[in-house]
């Protein structure tokens, strides 16, 4: 907690120290395939109401920052260029907005707040955060730890809960060991679920296995054999599917009647036959719509508090990638997440 109340300390919407007109950015100039950063100076922003000026201390990569980087256009999600990329951050408050009561000056806080549309991303030294998209950092997590949550916390948490989950029912997570399913495992099991978690390799699967769920190798299990093996033939009450596409065929087929599934990727055309005779329910969670749309932003600060709160009594801790990235490799760590041999997040410190 801040002390900027204290005696002798300055009013909270005054800056701890004068900030330089100028600060680092990494910009994209020109989208593509081949698209680069380039580290530039540009104006510090300034503090709005509403709004709060963080210094970044770290952030991390999500698919969603790759992809607009080499479709750019082709997502109507994408910035305009010259474009400060990046969603995920962790980081101190500087300043403080009008009508801004929760935060002030010198707390930690995390979020996703920035990186798209017309919203200035996190590849800087500073950003301007609608304070409805943040809250207070889990004292127990690292500014690396608590920049790689926002994003991948919030899918999975809005995920299992519009999927209604409670304590004893068995969840499926397809993916367990990436970037949001590992944070669904353990989301799942805090809620008393039983977990269990498909994986491709025996990295993956330990990994799964380590945060507390049964591990299926789905390359050498199909899906009939570990349906009737986990679940007798019944099927699982819950899906969570972070992989998608093609592989949502899967999900309806591991579902028991009347389940729910819940998937991030779901831009596909499929059969929704089998869904039908098991009487399915899906749930297509796009977390970026509160950020888009600037709809219900309110209840991205709910979720993060309450993500804060499972983090801080122990159950919920992001897995970051053996390897970290300068704010300067912001390409190479582009290139971390993309080629796929990342374990965990992917994380930029600055």
């Known amino acids: 907690m801040s002390n900027a109340n204290a005696p002798g300390s300055l009013p909270p919407t005054i800056p701890t120290q004068t900030h330089n007109r100028f600060m680092k950015a990494m910009l994209v100039k020109e989208y593509g395939e081949d698209a680069t950063f380039e580290m530039a100076e540009v104006e510090t922003p300034e503090v709005k109401p509403g709004h709060v000026l963080v210094k970044i201390a770290a952030s991390s990569v999500n698919t969603v920052d790759t992809m607009i ?4 256009n082709d997502l109507p999600l994408s910035p305009n260029t010259p ?3 990046g969603m995920d951050f962790a980081g101190t408050v500087e300043a403080v907005g009008d009508g801004v009561e929760d935060y002030a000056v010198g707390d930690e806080v995390y979020g996703c707040a920035g990186g798209l549309a017309d919203l200035p991303g996190t590849l800087a030294e500073y950003i301007v955060a609608d304070s409805k998209l943040i809250a207070r950092k889990a004292e127990n997590l690292t500014m690396k730890e608590a920049a790689a949550l926002p ?8 995920g299992l809960t519009r999927a209604g989950i409670t304590k004893g029912q068995k969840v499926l997570v397809h993916g367990g060991s990436g970037g949001v399913g590992h944070v669904a495992v353990q989301l799942g099991k805090h809620f008393g679920a039983e977990v269990y978690a498909t994986g491709g390799g025996e990295p993956q699967l330990a990994l799964i296995e380590k945060l507390g769920a049964t591990g ?6 199909s899906v009939e054999d570990y349906v009737s093996k986990h679940t007798g033939g019944a099927g699982f009450d819950i899906v969570f599917d972070s992989v998608g596409g093609a592989n949502m065929t899967k999900s309806f087929d591991a579902s028991a009647l009347n389940g729910q599934v819940a998937t991030t990727v779901s831009m596909c055309e499929i059969d929704l036959t089998t869904a039908h005779f098991k009487g399915l329910s899906l749930h297509v969670v796009f977390m970026l719509i509160p950020m888009l749309h600037d709809f219900k932003r309110e209840e991205h600060a709910r979720i993060l508090s309450i993500l804060t709160s499972i ?4 159950a919920l801790k992001p897995v970051l990638d053996e390897q970290l990235f300068s704010l300067e490799q912001a390409g190479d760590a582009h290139a971390r997440l993309q080629s796929g041999k990342a374990m965990g997040k992917v994380v930029i410190e600055n």
């Open 83 to 85: 474009a400060i990329l």
């Open 69 to 72: 980087r080499t479709m750019g």
């Open 216 to 221: 299926i190798h789905y390359k050498s299990e």
């Open 151 to 158: 994003l991948v916390g919030i899918t999975a948490y809005e």
């Open 311 to 314: 983090a801080e009594a122990g």
